[in-house]
């Protein structure tokens, strides 16, 4: 009797984990829609659209799922670089985290820093 009760909470605590992929899913669609809404809203307070890159873009730079007691709260981190200015070496760093519990991601850092991509 016991196994089964085991077998039971085993399988509930499978069961409510979130594959990976729809962590990486709904993490490209935030990253998609924060980049938007940045350019959008350098738009709207400077208008000065040639200052900006013909295709903005982001780079994920750290990804990581957590797994066991450190996957309790938050299961996934993400470190995020967007690119949106054409003639200025700036870019702006995101950091995120992916909640368990309501299963949504979470920005919970942003900061300006002076360079270019590392990548180009």
Same mark, same amino acid.
């Given at each position: 009797? #016991?196994?089964?009760?085991?077998? +039971? /909470?085993? /399988?509930?605590? %499978?069961?409510?984990?979130?594959?990976?992929?729809? +962590?990486e899913?709904? %993490?490209?669609?935030?990253?998609?829609?924060d980049l938007?809404?940045? $350019?959008?809203e350098?738009?709207?307070g400077s208008g000065d659209? @040639? @200052?900006?890159?013909?295709?903005?873009?982001?780079? +994920?730079?750290?990804?990581? %799922?957590?797994?066991? @007691?450190? /996957?309790?709260i938050?299961? @996934?981190? /993400?470190? $995020? !670089?967007f690119?949106?200015?054409?003639?200025?070496?700036?870019?702006? #760093?995101? #950091?995120?985290?992916? !909640?368990?519990?309501?299963r949504?991601? !979470?920005?919970?850092? *942003? *900061?300006?820093?002076?360079?270019? !991509?590392? %990548?180009?």
């Amino acid at each position: 009797m #016991k196994f089964f009760f085991f077998a +039971i /909470a085993c /399988a509930l605590l %499978l069961g409510c984990s979130e594959p990976t992929e729809r +962590i990486e899913t709904k %993490l490209e669609a935030f990253l998609q829609d924060d980049l938007e809404f940045n $350019v959008a809203e350098y738009l709207h307070g400077s208008g000065d659209r @040639a @200052a900006l890159l013909d295709t903005p873009y982001y780079r +994920i730079k750290d990804f990581r %799922l957590f797994e066991g @007691a450190k /996957a309790e709260i938050y299961s @996934a981190y /993400a470190e $995020v !670089d967007f690119f949106m200015y054409k003639n200025i070496k700036l870019h702006e #760093k995101r #950091k995120y985290r992916y !909640d368990a519990h309501y299963r949504h991601w !979470d920005r919970y850092f *942003k *900061k300006l820093y002076f360079g270019g !991509d590392s %990548l180009q």
